[in-house]
């Protein structure tokens, strides 16, 4: 498994731990309520916020574990045009599903949507966004074309 294979795991399973913690913890906060009313929007950032430095926490922790189970064995860490190839196929389609789900936000703050719900369409949209860019790099570097 390359550097960039590796890399594109880790950010697949990083993002599937996170989002599926956050998506439990919306979903108590919708019940218990905490999620209506004037409050809402900081109630939800609050529940929100900590995922970026968790993600990147549990990166470095991940990196470190795998150099310890593999005996710090050199990878091939330069890149080359298939890796550009790869990375901008699946950033492209990280872009296209985070435009939609942008765009669907828009629409329906629009038409009288509550503000909450706008914004869990949008993180919801960027998180998998993301799981299928990450998965279109790894099917692309598996399958290699």
Aim: proline share 2%; aromatic share 8%.
């Amino acid at each position: 498994m390359s550097h960039q294979e590796r890399a594109s795991a880790v950010a697949i399973v990083i993002g599937l731990l996170l989002n599926g913690y956050v998506s439990i913890r919306l979903w108590q906060l919708f019940e218990a309520g905490a999620l209506s009313g004037e409050n809402a929007p900081m109630m939800w950032a609050q529940a929100i916020v900590w995922v970026i430095p968790a993600a990147i926490v549990l990166t470095i922790v991940s990196n470190i574990v795998f150099a310890i189970v593999t005996k710090g064995s050199t990878q091939k860490t330069n890149t080359d045009e298939r890796d550009h190839l790869y990375r901008s196929r699946g950033m492209c389609v990280t872009l296209i599903v985070f435009g939609l789900g942008f765009t669907a936000m828009l629409i329906g703050l629009a038409v009288g949507w509550p503000v909450v719900f706008g914004l869990t369409l949008m993180y919801a949209s960027a998180a998998l966004g993301d799981l299928l860019g990450q998965c279109t790099r790894l099917v692309s570097y598996r399958i290699g074309c």
